[in-house]
């Protein structure tokens, strides 16, 4: 049983910074790969893909990110912690969302559609980021 606990969010001013932490309890990996990412869903509007981080023993860990984040969102990990992170930096209106950890049940290690949120089985219960302008 994995459960997932975002914190972080808030109002912020356009241009302004904020970091997610998404705090993982119950055995999220299998001690040899694991996954993670974040979404977001905006009022109206279908849930994206915002993030995602793998872990692999033998091969090290890698970052993925939507297109039009790239160079303002950092996602990372702290495996002493079992905890996540988002760095939002310069935030624009259109970044108003409930943001959203997700963790998938199985995770090999292999490749995998790490943008797709049906990849994902555990998520936890959201964080309202508002941007102002």
């Known amino acids: 049983q994995v459960q997932l606990v975002e914190s972080g969010g808030g109002l912020v001013q356009a241009g302004g910074s904020l970091r997610l932490s998404c705090a993982a309890s119950g055995r999220t990996f299998s001690g040899y790969a694991m996954a993670m990412a974040w979404f977001r869903q905006a009022p109206g509007k279908e849930r994206e893909f915002v993030a995602a981080i793998n872990w692999v023993k033998w091969s090290g860990s890698r970052p993925y990110y939507a297109d039009s984040l790239k160079g303002r969102f950092t996602i990372s990990r702290d495996n002493a912690k079992n905890t996540v992170y988002l760095q939002m930096n310069y935030l624009k209106p259109e970044d108003t969302a409930v943001y959203y950890c997700?963790?998938?049940?199985?995770?090999?290690?292999?490749?995998?559609?790490?943008?797709?949120?049906?990849?994902?089985?555990?998520w936890g219960q959201g964080t309202q980021v508002t941007v102002s302008s």
């Open positions: 997700a963790a998938p049940k199985y995770y090999d290690g292999g490749t995998y559609d790490y943008a797709n949120a049906p990849t994902y089985d555990y």
